[in-house]
């Protein structure tokens, strides 16, 4: 009897990157998550299914086209005089995905696709000589990866046998058993500290956070010989004070495979996922922490790891 | 023979303009007229979905001492929240982790509990959609239109944009009374992200000198000309008034220069109390003061009034637009309609079908008497 390969629901791979494990790396973005958090710099990857996306400026109008009009089973496509290109009405749009390939200038597509272990892995190992001069590999990230944990399993114990460097990126807010099947395949595990408090956490990203250090805490003492990387999102005005990066110090300290604790400057999210796409401008509520505050907090760390001066990069 | 309803309820989706407990107040008036019990629910349809949130209840029964005084009133008498969207409420599992479930049928299966016969819901643009997807599903339901932008097609007049634009007018006077002080050029920015009525008539109002409209692209080259004339005349202020939809002609740099992935995503994709959508309020009117600065060498600044204007008591129209759609949502129901919009077309209030109102904006046509009423003013449209 032969079982089939699990698939993933893959939203991007995104070649060359720099901040997230050692080396350069290839990220593999999965969708899913079970957090909501207010600053989410990639919301596209939230939901579990593929979501449709359009994006008016490809759109040629009604007048030359208007073919998703027809294939739309909704209703859910419009327009609007004297506009002559096509609107969406999300409410009644089901992300059935039939307006796409009858979308010729491709305004329309998917964000999302399920692909097999092999296909991202042929597509991860394009970037191999980046991988053995750098000393880089792969890196699955979100979303939540650990949300599809047969997937990843698979997709790092395959990336292994092909003698690549794995990585993964968690908020850890996932049942102990899916920690447990992706763990053992993964050289650094880059987790998430968000907010200590856990009615905090529960205000800004929609759960407490009880499981996800209850998670971490196992995760250091099961996987003794694993690297961990404990991380912070730092969003001003939420958590950039000294006390939660105190209790992560303390939280982490104690225990030797948590090497580092790195601090993401809010703004760097758009940085490092968007750019590819060229124009990248964030209009959230949040502002960049100052590289006063940053340098601060960062002295806090170094202080804490015995290191007399930042190992980590400033921000541009 | 219909059946006639005797119990309904009335619940409000999208958020609060004037005008809105008007409606309330008709609809109540008028079911007691007919010996019917008309109940309110809080926040959108919270208060049927999630009782356990309210002390005192989710319901509000909406006798006639409480309507007595309520029409002119601004207080949220259903709540402030106003979430009607059924089909994804967030919730947390019992493994803790956030999903956005279809709670429709939990919502219709509570209506029926309740022994409500039919629902009065005030609608917006993204509600509208929400009943109408509700009614598919078997919910007798006739909706009244709310828009601060008057965007809703299928009716003249959607309560609350008359009081929208009275204070919107006061503002705009006041703005450029502020410009005269400090020899500056204000740029505000007010609400209509897809139809230019509110910048437009507001603007035209207090004589601005250029309103910018999302249904005319604009040229900016063309309201500095205008504006550099101004200090030669001895007037060296100005006032420009943008609504946040407004876009330039081709080629020229985008207004919002926003995130296109993000952009091109569902507003429920993105979430809307994740705080993750999008909010292009004051960007317009920054980008456009800017590059007036620029352009005219003249200091700018800009304002945006944004939701401000949709607080406060509303107008007598929209008091009296408010008890007719409200009363007139019952006398539908009295005639047995289900699945209609009450749709102000004078001299009078039609009942269109739900499936007619959707997927339509009610935008500015070229030929407007209120584009022609600019022109004639001397004011730029930008084009």
Same mark, same amino acid.
Not at chain 1, 257 to 276: A, C, I, Q, T
Not at chain 2, 234 to 239: A, D, E, N, V
């Given at each position: 009897?032969?079982?089939?390969?699990?698939?993933?629901?893959?939203?991007?791979?995104?070649?060359?990157?720099?901040?997230?494990?050692?080396?350069?790396?290839?990220?593999?973005?999965?969708?899913?998550?079970?957090?909501?958090?207010?600053?989410?710099?990639?919301?596209?990857?939230?939901?579990?299914?593929?979501?449709?996306?359009?994006?008016?400026?490809?759109?040629?109008?009604?007048?030359?086209?208007?073919?998703?009009?027809?294939?739309?089973?909704?209703?859910?496509?419009?327009?609007?005089?004297?506009?002559?290109?096509?609107?969406?009405?999300?409410?009644?749009?089901?992300?059935?995905?039939?307006?796409?390939?009858?979308?010729?200038?491709?305004?329309?597509?998917?964000?999302?696709?399920?692909?097999?272990?092999?296909?991202?892995?042929?597509?991860?190992?394009?970037?191999?000589?980046?991988?053995?001069?750098?000393?880089?590999?792969?890196?699955?990230?979100?979303?939540?990866?650990?949300?599809?944990?047969?997937?990843?399993?698979?997709?790092?114990?395959?990336?292994?046998?092909?003698?690549?460097?794995?990585?993964?990126?968690?908020?850890?807010?996932?049942?102990?058993?899916?920690?447990?099947?992706?763990?053992?395949?993964?050289?650094?595990?880059?987790?998430?500290?968000?907010?200590?408090?856990?009615?905090?956490?529960?205000?800004?990203?929609?759960?407490?956070?009880?499981?996800?250090?209850?998670?971490?805490?196992?995760?250091?003492?099961? %996987?003794?010989?694993?690297?961990?990387?404990?991380?912070?999102?730092?969003?001003?005005?939420?958590?950039?004070?000294?006390?939660?990066?105190?209790?992560?110090?303390? %939280?982490?300290?104690?225990?030797?495979?948590?090497?580092?604790?790195?601090?993401?400057?809010?703004?760097?999210?758009?940085?490092?996922?968007?750019?590819?796409?060229?124009?990248?401008?964030?209009?959230?509520?949040?502002?960049?922490?100052?590289?006063?505050?940053?340098?601060?907090?960062?002295?806090?760390?170094?202080?804490?790891?015995?290191?007399?001066?930042?190992?980590?990069?400033?921000?541009? | 023979?219909?059946? *006639?309803?005797?119990? #309904?309820?009335?619940?409000?989706?999208?958020?609060?303009?004037?005008?809105?407990?008007?409606?309330?107040?008709?609809?109540?008036?008028?079911?007691?007229?007919?010996?019917?019990?008309?109940?309110?629910?809080?926040?959108?349809?919270?208060?049927?979905?999630?009782?356990?949130?309210?002390?005192?209840?989710?319901?509000?029964?909406?006798?006639?001492?409480?309507?007595?005084?309520?029409?002119?009133?601004?207080?949220?008498?259903?709540?402030?929240?106003?979430?009607?969207?059924?089909?994804?409420?967030?919730?947390?599992?019992?493994?803790?982790?956030?999903?956005?479930? +279809?709670?429709?049928?939990?919502?219709?299966?509570?209506?029926?509990?309740?022994?409500?016969?039919?629902?009065?819901?005030?609608?917006?643009?993204?509600?509208?959609?929400?009943?109408?997807?509700?009614?598919?599903?078997?919910?007798?339901?006739?909706?009244?239109?709310?828009?601060?932008?008057? *965007?809703?097609?299928?009716?003249?007049?959607?309560?609350?944009?008359?009081?929208?634009?009275?204070?919107?007018?006061?503002?705009?006077?006041?703005?450029?009374?502020?410009?005269?002080?400090?020899?500056? #050029?204000?740029?505000?920015?007010?609400?209509?992200?897809?139809?230019?009525?509110?910048?437009?008539?507001?603007?035209?109002?207090?004589?601005?000198?250029? #309103?910018?409209?999302?249904?005319?692209?604009? +040229?900016?080259?063309?309201?500095?000309?205008?504006?550099?004339?101004?200090?030669?005349?001895?007037?060296?202020?100005?006032?420009?008034?943008?609504?946040?939809?407004?876009?330039?002609?081709?080629?020229?740099?985008?207004?919002?220069?926003?995130?296109?992935?993000?952009?091109?995503?569902?507003?429920?994709?993105?979430?809307?109390?994740?705080? *993750?959508? #999008?909010?292009?309020?004051? *960007?317009?009117?920054?980008?456009?003061?800017?590059?007036?600065?620029?352009?005219? +060498?003249?200091?700018?600044?800009?304002?945006?009034?944004?939701?401000?204007?949709?607080?406060?008591?509303?107008?007598?129209?929209?008091?009296?637009?408010?008890?007719?759609?409200?009363?007139?949502?019952?006398?539908?129901?009295?005639?047995?309609?289900?699945?209609?919009?009450?749709?102000?077309?004078?001299?009078?209030?039609?009942?269109?079908?739900?499936?007619?109102?959707?997927?339509?904006?009610?935008?500015?046509?070229?030929?407007?008497?209120?584009?022609?009423?600019?022109?004639?003013?001397?004011?730029?449209?930008?084009?």
């Amino acid at each position: 009897m032969t079982t089939q390969p699990p698939t993933g629901m893959v939203l991007n791979i995104q070649h060359f990157c720099t901040h997230d494990g050692p080396g350069i790396r290839t990220n593999v973005f999965l969708k899913f998550c079970s957090l909501r958090c207010k600053w989410c710099s990639n919301p596209e990857s939230i939901h579990p299914k593929s979501e449709l996306a359009y994006n008016p400026s490809k759109c040629i109008g009604t007048k030359e086209c208007g073919l998703c009009l027809k294939a739309c089973p909704e209703s859910a496509i419009f327009t609007v005089d004297p506009d002559v290109k096509v609107r969406i009405n999300w409410d009644l749009c089901t992300n059935c995905g039939k307006c796409v390939p009858a979308c010729p200038p491709q305004a329309l597509s998917l964000f999302g696709h399920e692909m097999t272990v092999e296909e991202v892995l042929d597509a991860v190992e394009q970037d191999g000589t980046f991988y053995r001069e750098s000393g880089g590999g792969i890196t699955v990230s979100g979303g939540e990866c650990l949300l599809q944990p047969d997937f990843t399993a698979a997709l790092l114990a395959g990336a292994h046998e092909r003698g690549i460097n794995t990585a993964i990126e968690t908020a850890g807010n996932v049942p102990w058993a899916f920690m447990e099947k992706v763990l053992p395949h993964v050289d650094t595990v880059l987790h998430d500290h968000k907010l200590t408090d856990p009615v905090r956490h529960k205000k800004w990203t929609g759960v407490d956070n009880a499981r996800i250090l209850a998670n971490f805490k196992k995760a250091y003492e099961t %996987f003794p010989e694993k690297t961990f990387i404990a991380r912070t999102p730092l969003i001003p005005g939420v958590n950039d004070d000294e006390e939660h990066i105190r209790s992560v110090l303390a %939280f982490i300290r104690p225990h030797k495979n948590v090497v580092d604790y790195e601090l993401l400057p809010y703004f760097r999210f758009g940085e490092s996922k968007y750019g590819f796409l060229g124009r990248v401008y964030e209009l959230a509520d949040f502002q960049p922490p100052t590289p006063e505050s940053l340098a601060r907090l960062r002295a806090i760390i170094d202080e804490a790891f015995g290191r007399t001066g930042s190992q980590q990069p400033e921000p541009e | 023979m219909t059946t *006639q309803p005797k119990r #309904i309820a009335i619940a409000n989706g999208g958020g609060f303009v004037p005008g809105l407990n008007a409606v309330v107040t008709g609809a109540a008036r008028a079911a007691q007229e007919l010996g019917w019990e008309l109940v309110g629910i809080r926040d959108g349809f919270d208060g049927l979905l999630h009782p356990d949130r309210y002390p005192a209840g989710g319901l509000v029964p909406l006798s006639a001492p409480l309507v007595e005084h309520l029409s002119g009133t601004a207080g949220p008498v259903l709540g402030a929240g106003a979430r009607l969207d059924p089909f994804h409420v967030r919730t947390v599992t019992a493994d803790n982790s956030v999903e956005e479930t +279809d709670r429709s049928d939990a919502l219709l299966q509570a209506l029926r509990k309740e022994a409500f016969n039919a629902v009065i819901a005030i609608v917006d643009t993204h509600a509208l959609n929400v009943v109408f997807k509700l009614s598919r599903k078997g919910l007798r339901a006739v909706c009244v239109p709310k828009s601060a932008e008057n *965007q809703i097609a299928a009716t003249h007049l959607s309560f609350g944009f008359n009081s929208v634009l009275s204070f919107a007018v006061d503002m705009l006077d006041r703005a450029r009374q502020a410009a005269e002080a400090v020899g500056k #050029i204000g740029v505000v920015e007010v609400l209509g992200e897809h139809a230019g009525w509110l910048a437009l008539q507001a603007g035209t109002a207090v004589c601005a000198d250029a #309103i910018l409209i999302p249904e005319i692209p604009y +040229d900016l080259a063309k309201v500095a000309e205008k504006l550099r004339k101004k200090p030669q005349a001895g007037r060296p202020y100005g006032l420009v008034v943008v609504a946040e939809g407004a876009a330039p002609t081709a080629g020229q740099l985008a207004t919002l220069p926003v995130n296109p992935v993000r952009a091109s995503l569902s507003p429920g994709a993105t979430g809307h109390e994740g705080g *993750q959508v #999008i909010d292009p309020s004051g *960007q317009v009117a920054a980008t456009v003061a800017s590059q007036l600065q620029r352009l005219t +060498d003249q200091e700018t600044y800009p304002l945006t009034l944004g939701a401000l204007v949709k607080a406060g008591a509303p107008t007598a129209v929209d008091r009296q637009l408010g008890l007719a759609y409200g009363a007139a949502a019952v006398r539908a129901l009295q005639e047995g309609q289900a699945g209609v919009l009450i749709a102000f077309q004078p001299p009078e209030l039609k009942f269109v079908p739900l499936v007619e109102a959707i997927n339509k904006i009610r935008t500015v046509p070229g030929d407007s008497v209120f584009i022609q009423a600019a022109r004639s003013l001397g004011i730029s449209l930008g084009d």
